[in-house]
C-alpha cells in the first residue's frame, strides 16, 4: 500500500518534491498547446531549503510507464514520441545558497512538421548532486544515493486532430489496508494525453439492482502508457455482481465495459 501511494503522487504530477533541502516550486507536469514553427518559454523554480549550499544538475529524459507499477527513464530519442529535441534549457548545473531560490528557464522549440498530430513528451530531470566524502574506515569513497525528481513536459499538437483510445486491460479485487479495493488497469492506445477517472457502477447480479457507483481520482495518461486506478468498494457485501466501469476524460470522452464482478470475504 505504501509502494501504491508513493507512485500515485508520483503519477499526479501535484505535489513539489523535497530531498537534501531541494524544493521544486511549480509543480511537476507542464504543459503546453503548440503550433508548428513556434517558440516556447518555460522555466522551473527551484529552492533550496537546508542550511549549506547544494549544487543541482538538470538533463533531459525520455520516460514510460505501465499499470504494473513500472516506470523506464531513458535516453531521448528512446520514446518515438519524444519533444526532447524541441527542448533546451539555459543551464544543466546551479549552486544555491542555504534557503536561496532561483528558475531555470527552457525553450521548446517546435520543428515546422512534426510527424503527426497528438501529444508529444520528455521530463526534466532534477538531481542534487552529494558530495563525494572520503571514508575513514576503508579505502577509496562512500557515495551518498540521491533520489532524482522528473518534470514531464507535455506538448499537445495539433490537439482537435488528436485523440486518446483508452482500452480496459484488467480488473482485479484486492484487499488493500483491509479495505476490498476494485484495481483497474488502463491503457491509453490513442495519440493524445488525458486525465481520465474511473467509474464501477455495481449491480445484483439476479435483480439488476443498482447497488452503488464508486469513482477512482483522476490522472494523466499518456499515450502507449497505462495506469492502474483504485477504487474503495470495501462497502459492498460478499458476492457476485454485475458490474458497468467508465473512463471518462477531461473533454467527456467516455469508454465503457460490461464485467463480472466477485466479491470475496477473505
Known amino acids: 500500500m505504501i509502494k501504491r501511494i508513493f507512485l500515485l503522487m508520483f503519477l499526479m504530477l501535484q505535489f513539489s518534491f523535497l530531498h537534501a533541502g531541494i524544493v521544486v516550486l511549480?509543480?511537476?507536469?507542464?504543459?503546453?498547446?503548440?503550433?508548428?514553427?513556434?517558440?516556447?518559454?518555460?522555466?522551473?523554480?527551484?529552492e533550496n531549503t537546508g542550511s549549506t549550499p547544494q549544487t543541482v544538475k538538470l538533463f533531459l529524459q525520455d520516460f514510460i510507464y505501465k499499470a504494473d507499477g513500472s516506470i523506464?527513464?531513458?535516453?531521448?530519442?528512446?520514446?518515438?514520441?519524444t519533444n526532447g529535441d524541441w527542448i533546451r534549457l539555459n543551464t544543466n548545473l546551479i549552486t544555491l545558497k542555504a534557503k536561496e531560490k532561483t528558475e531555470v528557464f527552457y525553450e521548446i522549440t517546435?520543428?515546422?512538421?512534426?510527424?503527426?498530430?497528438?501529444?508529444?513528451?520528455?521530463?526534466?530531470?532534477?538531481e542534487p548532486v552529494e558530495d563525494i566524502k572520503p571514508s575513514n574506515d576503508k579505502i577509496?569513497?562512500?557515495?551518498?544515493?540521491?533520489?532524482?525528481?522528473?518534470?514531464?513536459?507535455?506538448?499537445?499538437?495539433?490537439?482537435?486532430?488528436?485523440?486518446?483510445?483508452?482500452?480496459?486491460?484488467?480488473?482485479?479485487?484486492e484487499k488493500e489496508d483491509g479495505k476490498q479495493t476494485a484495481k483497474i488497469a488502463i491503457a491509453n492506445s490513442g495519440n493524445l494525453y488525458c486525465k481520465p477517472t474511473v467509474t464501477i457502477e455495481i449491480?445484483?447480479?439476479?435483480?439488476?439492482?443498482?447497488?452503488?457507483?464508486?469513482?477512482?481520482?483522476?490522472m494523466g495518461l499518456l499515450p502507449q502508457t497505462s495506469k492502474s486506478f483504485y477504487i474503495?468498494?470495501?462497502?459492498?457485501?460478499?458476492?457476485?455482481?454485475?458490474a458497468v466501469l467508465i473512463?471518462?476524460?477531461?473533454?467527456?470522452?467516455?469508454?465503457?465495459?460490461?464485467?463480472?464482478?466477485?466479491?470475496?470475504?477473505?
Open 72 to 81: 523506464n527513464y531513458t535516453t531521448i530519442h528512446t520514446n518515438n514520441r
Open 232 to 242: 474503495d468498494i470495501s462497502k459492498i457485501p460478499a458476492d457476485q455482481y454485475k
Open 203 to 218: 449491480y445484483n447480479r439476479k435483480t439488476g439492482e443498482r447497488i452503488g457507483s464508486y469513482t477512482s481520482i483522476a
Open 140 to 173: 577509496g569513497v562512500n557515495i551518498t544515493s540521491v533520489i532524482r525528481y522528473a518534470i514531464q513536459v507535455i506538448t499537445d499538437y495539433e490537439p482537435e486532430k488528436a485523440k486518446p483510445d483508452l482500452k480496459f486491460e484488467s480488473v482485479k479485487i
Open 110 to 126: 517546435v520543428p515546422d512538421q512534426p510527424a503527426d498530430p497528438g501529444s508529444y513528451w520528455s521530463v526534466i530531470i532534477v
Open 26 to 46: 511549480n509543480g511537476l507536469t507542464h504543459t503546453y498547446k503548440v503550433e508548428n514553427g513556434k517558440v516556447y518559454k518555460g522555466k522551473i523554480g527551484i
Open 247 to 266: 473512463a471518462t476524460d477531461e473533454e467527456d470522452n467516455a469508454f465503457a465495459l460490461n464485467v463480472e464482478l466477485e466479491i470475496k470475504n477473505d
